[in-house]
């Protein structure tokens, strides 16, 4: 028998499909569904039997199929031969040739086989189960479907930036069903939004607040079980970045440099090259120190920068700071990478107000203890970049803060001679 439409033929068995007294030749694999077309479709095919030999197999697809070898046997005790598929389908047959759709359970293994092991008049299905055992799966004819089983799991409290991490946040909702069906397990949100199609539920980019989301377990045969969980997402009111931490990317002048006075450590450093002052930043500039960050978009915050000036030198204490995904409090962007704008900071608060050692300040300048009055949303919020390029070189940095609540009207610190290290928060992937 030459099965043109199959690509191939992986199980195999024979026996009387159609009740006209002859052997019928049934095999699962993979076919071409029409002509010229490569998609390979799982599913069955027979050819009848007669005194001729085997007729032209007829092909049916089957899409939950996994083709890995079959057996046919009255699994429901009708008088017409089933296939048991090894993979988990069961096609009761119609005693004609024909099999209804596959009905799919929890089994599966390369080699199965049908037989009575209780002895109660029912066939029963043994495969392998593991590398050293074997799986009795006992025939059980009832009337009544038994409701599967699903569990959501407890309710989960997230940091806001935990969710940007490498791998987002994960939930897996285990099922079970008493009967052995094949569960088709799926998320949804509280208004019915389809999350997930399987048991594993993945979420990032969530804003602060709580949801709700639902695991519904479904047999195929009207046994429907469902469970829920609530997410809440804390909102991240202070940002602490220590800018020269391992994710930290430099280019041209500006280095990293071991210092036990700084966060971690470690400073990012503009060298002191004596270059002329720049009076905007680049575009497209090759001299830069760049550092990822996680920004809440429910936060409105205030920034503050640690720096120190080489010497204690006010020609060597500023430095242009880019923001991406920041707007002003007028909704205006402040210039992220790849742009020509950005945030003048300056160590010194006036003209000749002195620099002394590390000290922190935003973007007020002219006025000694003045505190500006920017403030900075991320309407996006999520991973964003901390671009650093020259002003005057020379200059040191080691901790940005943005903060909503703590320090949105008093500095973290000192203006000069400054030791406050604040904790970091989470730094994210190199730019």
């Known amino acids: 028998v030459t099965y043109s439409q199959w690509f191939t033929v992986l199980g195999v068995a024979v026996g009387d499909v159609n009740g006209d007294g002859f052997p019928d030749l049934v095999v699962d694999g993979y076919a071409f569904p029409t002509p010229n077309t490569f998609a390979l479709i799982p599913g069955i095919a027979v050819a009848e039997g007669g005194p001729q030999g085997f007729g032209e197999p007829q092909v049916t697809t089957a899409p939950t199929l996994l083709p890995r070898g079959i057996a046919l046997a009255d699994t429901n005790l009708d008088g017409r031969l089933d296939i048991v598929a090894a993979s988990g389908s069961i096609f009761d047959g119609s005693g004609d040739g024909t099999f209804h759709p596959a009905a799919d359970f929890e089994f599966g293994d390369d080699h199965i086989t049908i037989a009575d092991t209780n002895r109660d008049g029912l066939p029963d299905i043994v495969h392998g189960f593991t590398f050293d055992s074997v799986e009795v799966l006992l025939n059980q004819r009832q009337a009544t479907n038994t409701v599967p089983v699903v569990d959501a ?93 391992d994710f930290a990317s430099t280019r041209g002048s500006w280095e990293i440099v071991s210092d036990a006075s700084a966060a971690s450590g470690l400073r990012l450093h503009d060298k002191n090259l004596g270059a002329p002052k720049v009076t905007r930043p680049l575009a497209q500039p090759s001299s830069f120190a760049v550092i990822g960050f996680v920004a809440d978009p429910t936060q409105t915050y205030k920034l503050w920068v640690r720096l120190k000036a080489d010497g204690n030198t006010f020609s060597n204490d500023s430095l242009w700071l880019q923001i991406s995904g920041a707007v002003d409090g007028a909704g205006r962007p402040v210039g992220g990478f790849g742009s020509s704008s950005g945030i003048e900071i300056n160590l010194e608060e006036c003209s000749g107000c002195g620099v002394s050692g590390w000290g922190w300040r935003d973007e007020a300048w002219g006025q000694k203890g003045a505190i500006g009055a920017l403030t900075l949303r991320f309407p996006q919020g999520g991973v964003q970049s901390l671009t650093f390029q020259t002003r005057e070189d020379g200059v040191s940095v080691d901790q940005v803060v943005l903060s909503a609540q703590t320090y949105r009207t008093t500095k973290p610190g000192a203006v000069k001679n400054d030791a406050t290290i604040l904790p970091p928060t989470l730094v994210w992937q190199r730019f």
């Open 153 to 245: 799991g407890p309710d989960r409290t997230f940091a806001y930036d935990v969710q940007f991490d490498e791998e987002p946040l994960q939930f897996f909702a285990p099922a079970s069903d008493a009967d052995l069906h094949r569960l088709r397990v799926e998320w949804r949100d509280a208004d019915g939004h389809l999350r997930s199609t399987d048991a594993e539920l993945e979420l990032t980019g969530l804003d602060p607040g709580t949801y709700t989301f639902i695991a519904t377990a479904d047999d195929g045969r009207g046994g429907v079980a469902s469970d829920s969980m609530r997410v809440t997402i804390l909102p991240m009111p202070e940002v602490v970045v220590h800018v020269a931490q």
